[in-house]
């Protein structure tokens, strides 16, 4: 069965949805920061001080390129990953591609509740920060199977909408 992949900007909750969602539908969850965390043995936080975002990206696409040949999973994938789009067109070739996208405010406010994990952030203007790379990356997370504005939703609320549509979809035949 395909792979049920989230993407989108970072605070659109994409890891604590997709593991709301592998939960409910029994699948395995796989969130790639964390397994690139695992592998490293630093947090993503600890990479881009000591490697910086180019080596990140590129630990990042071999991680995905290993990820994407999964069944059945769960993937939650960081929001920059769509920028190189050998990625993106990994990821769809077996899965379903769903995208969390939350207002600026909104991404400002999850973001900031916890300092230091997200090194793009981790700067003067954070609200300037976001703008920018919501301008260069906005189009990237176009066009997938299903898209969801999860700004006023809970997580859990989140799961069960791309549920019904997964169901609706056909692409849990009959399952969960
Ligand atoms: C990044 C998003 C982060 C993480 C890294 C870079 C980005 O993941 O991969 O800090 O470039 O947007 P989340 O989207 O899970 O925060």
Known sequence: MKNIVLIGFMGTGKTSTGRLLAS????????????????????????????????FKQKEKSLIAKIARYHNSVISTGGGSVEDQANFHKLRENGVIITL????????ERT???????????????????????AKRGHLYQNTDYMIDTSTYSPHQVAEKIITFLRTGGYLRGRS
Do not use: W, Y
């Open 24 to 55: 409910r539908l029994g699948r395995p969850f796989i969130d790639v920061d964390r397994k690139l965390e695992q592998e490293c043995k630093m947090t993503v936080a600890e990479f881009f001080a000591a490697h910086g975002e180019i080596l």
């Open 101 to 108: 996208t939350a207002s600026i405010d909104i991404i400002l």
């Open 112 to 134: 900031g509740r916890r300092r230091g994990v997200r090194p793009l952030l981790d700067c003067d203007n954070p609200a300037e920060v976001v703008k920018e790379l919501l």
